[in-house]
């Protein structure tokens, strides 16, 4: 992984040296479109000017007070450690006194889009080669030491030429100590309510403690929403939610 700057700038840099390196991003890399917006930052596709290719980038504002944000630092930490073919491959990290942008491999289109658009339904044949690419993701990602944390079919990114699919978006990524199941405690307000397991919906303090096992539910509502096309349990808040467990449990 090429590392273009440091994380932490040096602020005593005078006005025109700080500019130099605010462009150096624009300098390489090309803005085609936006992709995705959301709570840590946003995504572009951009073209890179040395290699040809196009690729991913990844963008969140710093702050004065704050720095570097913690999702950004758990991103690039996850995707350092975690390098498999079914894990969306980082690039390099471009940090400058405003911002850091993380340069990604391109996919086409995340899970849900490729159901849709691609398949226009849920997956037959290809179901179980497709889930344990999944699966092949995510166990490097507990092997390396970290709890995703945010499973869902929008962070599963797809290679629709050759029917690859890679697990990506590791903001929320948490180390977790190696074969213990449960570590802790961590704030139980992480992954997407549909695909969040019963004992983060249901317990009533905002910590609680939890380990691997939390991906694997979300995984089990993955899993069923590829084989029906519908998501298994939908729910416009917790209590929505939790009544749809109570009646299928």
């Known amino acids: 992984m090429a590392v273009v700057a440091a994380p932490y700038p040096d602020t005593t840099q005078t006005p025109s040296a700080f500019q130099e390196e605010t462009e150096a991003l624009a300098g390489r890399y090309i803005p085609l479109e936006a992709i995705a917006a959301g709570n840590f930052g946003q995504v572009e596709r951009m073209r890179d000017l040395v290699t040809g290719e196009?690729?991913?980038?990844?963008?969140?504002?710093?702050?004065?007070?704050?720095?570097?944000?913690?999702?950004?630092?758990?991103?690039?930490?996850?995707?350092?450690?975690?390098?498999?073919?079914?894990?969306?491959?980082?690039?390099?990290?471009?940090?400058?006194?405003?911002?850091?942008?993380?340069?990604?491999?391109?996919?086409?289109?995340?899970?849900?889009?490729?159901?849709?658009?691609?398949?226009?339904?849920?997956?037959?044949?290809?179901?179980?080669?497709?889930?344990?690419?999944?699966?092949?993701?995510?166990?490097?990602?507990?092997?390396s030491g970290f709890i995703h944390r945010d499973l869902k079919p929008q962070n599963i990114l797809v290679d629709v030429k050759t029917g690859t699919l890679k697990v990506s978006d590791f903001g929320l990524?948490?180390?977790?100590?190696?074969?213990?199941?449960?570590?802790?405690?961590?704030?139980?307000?992480?992954?997407?309510?549909?695909?969040?397991?019963?004992?983060?919906?249901l317990f009533d303090r905002q910590q609680c403690r939890y380990g691997y096992t939390v991906d694997m539910w979300s995984l089990g509502c993955i899993l069923a929403e590829m084989a029906t096309a519908m998501p298994l349990f939908p729910g416009d808040s917790e209590i929505d939610t939790s009544r749809g467990l109570r009646r299928d449990a």
């Open 173 to 201: 990524a948490r180390r977790c100590l190696p074969m213990d199941i449960r570590n802790g405690p961590f704030t139980k307000l992480v992954i997407t309510l549909w695909y969040r397991p019963p004992e983060l919906i």
């Open 54 to 143: 196009n690729v991913a980038v990844k963008s969140t504002t710093l702050t004065s007070e704050e720095g570097v944000t913690s999702f950004a630092i758990r991103e690039i930490a996850a995707l350092s450690s975690c390098k498999h073919t079914n894990v969306v491959k980082l690039l390099g990290v471009h940090a400058v006194p405003q911002s850091v942008h993380l340069i990604m491999e391109l996919m086409d289109m995340n899970l849900r889009e490729y159901m849709r658009k691609v398949l226009e339904g849920s997956f037959k044949e290809t179901l179980r080669p497709a889930f344990r690419q999944i699966l092949e993701g995510v166990d490097c990602c507990h092997r």
